[in-house]
């Protein structure tokens, strides 16, 4: 078995051993979606065992104390760090009360709603100099991730167990996010329509909750031949899924076609 340590993949363990996942959700209970195969597959590829621990508000050396009785080597360096609370960033220590955004999405989350479009909708309207603090009941990790390429300085202040106050600054005018369409992406349809009519691969995400549309795009796009298109039944343009398309290199097209219905063509560049 080979050694792992903070950065090792939570899909690597589960493909290394039958029993790792289930040792995995004994750790703390927000580990319970790992059990849906789709959520699985999309999230374990991306999250480290520091990035998990971090969203379930435990330690690494909870996951090294499971993992070890099934054959991993841990890692020597990796036991001997203290996990200690990040620095301030000097930012938090300037922040006025009036510079700061406050957006509460427990209730969103406990309501089974993703609160992604209403954080994006609010990273929107921060100014230069203003912060926005997402109130949470965990670290949102790829929030931050995603933020921090867009020019943000973020920080997480750990309240306890289950709750996290994310601050997100705007240093300049530069910073922000576009979440909006490629100018490509309402022109040409019919032409790409034509260039793969024999090469398309179909799914229909309208009755999905949220965040199933993405993830189901994501899974299939994984899979999906170099010389397919995917064409997408959705309800609505998936804002959120757009950043993530150009990062994977993949181009696309939209057709609204009504009021709740909307068509996506999704390709390799």
């Known amino acids: 078995m080979k050694s792992i340590n903070a950065n090792t993949k939570i899909a690597y363990l589960i493909k290394a051993h039958p029993d790792a996942l289930e040792a995995i959700i004994s750790i703390n209970s927000k580990f319970q979606k790992l059990r849906n195969p789709l959520l699985r597959k999309v999230l374990a590829g991306r999250t480290s065992i520091a990035m998990a621990s971090k969203m379930a508000g435990c330690k690494v050396n909870d996951f090294f104390l499971k993992l070890k009785p099934l054959g991993f080597e841990i890692d020597a360096d990796s036991i001997s760090v ?5 620095p301030l960033p000097a930012f938090i220590t300037t922040l006025t009360k009036g510079q700061i955004i406050d957006l509460d999405v427990r209730e969103t989350l406990a309501s089974g709603k993703d609160p992604l479009n209403l954080i994006l909708d609010k990273v929107k309207s921060v100014q230069s100099g203003q912060a926005l603090k997402i109130i949470n009941t965990f670290e949102p990790v790829p929030l931050i991730k995603m933020l921090e390429k867009k ?23 530069k910073a922000g996010i576009d979440v909006a369409p490629t100018e490509s992406a309402n022109h040409g ?11 398309l691969v179909t799914i229909d995400v309208r009755a999905l909750e949220m965040p199933q549309p993405m993830l189901t795009i994501l899974s299939e796009l994984d899979k999906l031949p170099g010389e397919s298109a995917l064409y997408v039944y959705h309800k609505r343009i998936p804002v959120f899924l ?3 398309l150009t990062d994977k290199k993949f181009d696309y097209r939209i057709k609204e076609i009504s009021d ?4 996506l063509l999704i390709f390799r560049n």
């Open 82 to 86: 203290e996990e200690k609370r990040s």
């Open 151 to 173: 020019g943000f300085v973020t920080y997480a202040d750990v309240i306890s167990d289950d709750l996290v106050e994310t601050y997100f600054y705007k240093k300049s005018d």
């Open 189 to 199: 349809w019919e032409e790409v329509i034509q260039r793969f009519s024999d090469r």
């Open 242 to 244: 757009l950043p993530e």
């Open 260 to 263: 709740g219905e909307v068509h």
